[in-house]
């Protein structure tokens, strides 16, 4: 299953990421693929908001991975999120140290992930893929390709 939009504002490219938010399930592994300032981060903040997450919602680019401990589970039974970006990571086995595979057999939880080409060895098969990318020329135009694996 593929899916692309076209965004045109910030704003945009995270109500995208709100609707997707909504059919996720418990047990998901989200991988966000892009350039930096793709609008990775932005997307996530949309589906943080679907599933009710409280902010603050920045990049766990420093501290590798945010927790976030919702108050109510989602409709579809989400009760975590684990948001991490391997942006930092020399190595998959520094990841896995961590607890990334943990975070991923949480059976209430979903874990959206950033730059996880830093860490492919770690990857399911089963995953969705989320790739950004700003339109040539263009500082807010977003074209998103979702592919469900």
């Known amino acids: ?21 909504t059919f996720l399930l418990p047990g ?13 981060t932005t997307f996530i903040q949309g589906i ?5 997450a409280r902010p603050p919602f920045v990049s766990p680019t420093f501290v590798l991975m945010k927790e976030y401990h919702l108050v109510e589970p989602t409709q579809n039974g989400i009760r975590r999120i684990y948001h ?10 520094d990841f ?11 059976p209430e939880g979903i874990v959206l992930l ?4 830093r860490i492919e060895a770690l990857l399911s098969n089963t995953r969705i893929d989320i790739t950004l990318s700003l339109k040539t020329g263009s500082d807010t135009h977003r074209e998103i390709r979702i592919d469900k694996k």
């Not at 593929?2 to 997707?20: I, P």
């Not at 391997?86 to 998959?92: C, L």
């Open 48 to 52: 943080l908001r679907a599933c009710g």
């Open 28 to 40: 998901t592994l989200v991988c966000f693929r892009g350039d930096l300032g793709a609008g990775k």
């Open 96 to 106: 896995e140290k961590i607890g990334f595979t943990e975070w991923c057999d949480d």
């Open 84 to 93: 991490a970006d391997a942006y930092r990571m020399e190595t998959a086995e």
């Open 1 to 21: 299953m593929e899916k692309q939009y076209l965004t045109h504002t910030a704003e945009e490219t995270q109500k995208v990421g709100l609707e997707f938010g």
């Open 114 to 117: 950033e730059w996880p080409e």
